[in-house]
């Protein structure tokens, strides 16, 4: 077990610039979670896949997020033409839909600054 | 979505008890009370989670109030490695949704 990595761990940009992140979680874990910090608050929730299928979006993810999970594996994250706005920690989290308990592993996350 | 509240700040001396209390008095039967908790530039990290009865695992104990509408996090001897931002959340345990709904949080300060 390897834990839920996330590359990069910082990401600087210039305002319009696309940005996209990944997400590799837990090896054995079918469903994984994307989630926005902001300093000083608690984590959003943006999207959530089990295996390959997006099954829910916030409304926080505007047209210019879209989320991918092609294989059921890796995720990625894009943002179109960031605005400062945009500027936060990402943080992915794997569970498995076993056992019921749904505890989620998070990895460090990828602070994105856009300038 | 139920709400939480939690104390914005907490503060202990290393290895005391700590309590750190959660109320959420709009809790459903179904949903789950999980805690977690946040070390300062690191992902959030599991901690306990129960429904109705009191839970103890290696990091924690929790206790849940009889009518459900609030929990402890007890943490039997703070260290200073245990300061981090403590969550309380409530998990709906129904249909597709498996997104966790975060509050602000308890900031754990652990005094040497």
């Known amino acids: 077990d390897t834990g839920v990595s996330q590359d990069p761990r910082h990401k600087i940009t210039k305002r319009g610039q696309n940005v996209t992140f990944r997400c590799d979680p837990i090896?054995?874990?079918?469903?994984l979670y994307w989630y926005r910090q902001t300093l000083g608050q608690g984590p959003e929730f943006l999207t959530y896949?089990?295996?390959?299928?997006?099954?829910?979006k916030s409304r926080l993810l505007s047209d210019r997020f879209s989320a991918e999970r092609p294989k059921g594996s890796f995720s990625t994250l894009e943002i179109q033409r960031t605005e400062q706005g945009d500027s936060a920690m990402y943080l992915c989290?794997?569970?498995?839909?076993?056992?019921?308990?749904?505890?989620?592993?998070f990895g460090a996350g990828t602070r994105l600054s856009v300038l | 979505d139920a709400k939480t509240t939690q104390p914005n700040s907490m503060e202990s001396n290393e290895e005391e008890p700590v309590h750190l209390p959660c109320n959420h008095s709009?809790?459903?039967?179904?949903?789950?009370i999980h805690w977690y908790r946040q070390l300062p530039s690191q992902g959030p990290e599991y901690v306990i989670h129960?429904?109705?009865?009191?839970v103890n695992n290696r990091m924690a104990s929790l206790a849940i109030a009889e009518d459900r509408k609030s929990s402890t996090l007890i943490l039997h001897r703070a260290t200073l490695r245990d300061a981090a931002v403590y969550y309380c959340?409530?998990?709906?345990?129904?249909?597709?949704?498996?997104?966790?709904?975060w509050g602000l949080g308890t900031s754990l300060a652990v005094n040497p």
């Open positions: 989290a794997s569970s498995s839909s076993g056992g019921g308990k749904n505890i989620q592993y």
């Open positions: 090896s054995e874990h079918n469903r």
């Open positions: 896949f089990q295996n390959e299928a997006q099954l829910e």
């Open positions: 709009t809790i459903s039967g179904t949903d789950y």
């Open positions: 129960g429904l109705t009865s009191n």
């Open positions: 959340i409530l998990r709906h345990n129904a249909g597709n949704n498996r997104k966790l709904i």
